[in-house]
């Protein structure tokens, strides 16, 4: 069974870094295309980064490229989103997602019904 745990989120002044890890205490991790994304106060979740399962594909929302790496350490059932260059509006709860959907696992997923795991979240707060 998939169970997905966030961390590493926190308060940082913009311009600053941050660095989110999603951790699978299932152990079932390497199979699975998995995914990023942000819900902000008020507003919908929406879609930050995507990785395939062997970390070779990855997507970005236009909001983050150049500033968000994701990237996924499969020997520790480990996905990152490097988060650089943060801004206020970076501001929300940032959750990880997996699509257990093991003949997708080489695609990068977009959107969020694809996916049907998800963590409960880690706040990032970015001041300015």
């Known amino acids: 069974q998939v169970q997905l745990g966030e961390s590493g989120g926190g308060l940082v002044q913009a311009g600053g870094s941050l660095r989110l890890s999603c951790v699978d205490s299932?152990?079932?991790?390497?199979?699975?295309?998995m995914g990023w994304f942000c819900q902000a106060p008020g507003k919908e979740r929406e879609f930050v980064a995507g990785i395939s399962w062997s970390g070779s594909r990855q997507s970005y929302a236009d909001s983050v490229k150049g500033r968000f790496t994701v990237s996924r350490d499969n020997a520790k059932n480990t996905v990152y989103l490097q988060m650089n260059s943060l801004k206020p509006e970076d501001t929300a709860v940032y959750y990880c997602?997996?699509?257990?959907?093991?003949?997708?696992?080489?695609?990068?997923?977009?959107?969020?019904?694809?996916?049907?795991?998800w963590g409960q979240g880690t706040q990032v707060t970015v001041s300015s």
């Open positions: 997602a997996a699509d257990l959907n093991p003949l997708r696992s080489g695609m990068v997923l977009t959107t969020e019904y694809e996916y049907g795991t």
């Open positions: 299932g152990r079932t991790f390497s199979r699975y295309a």
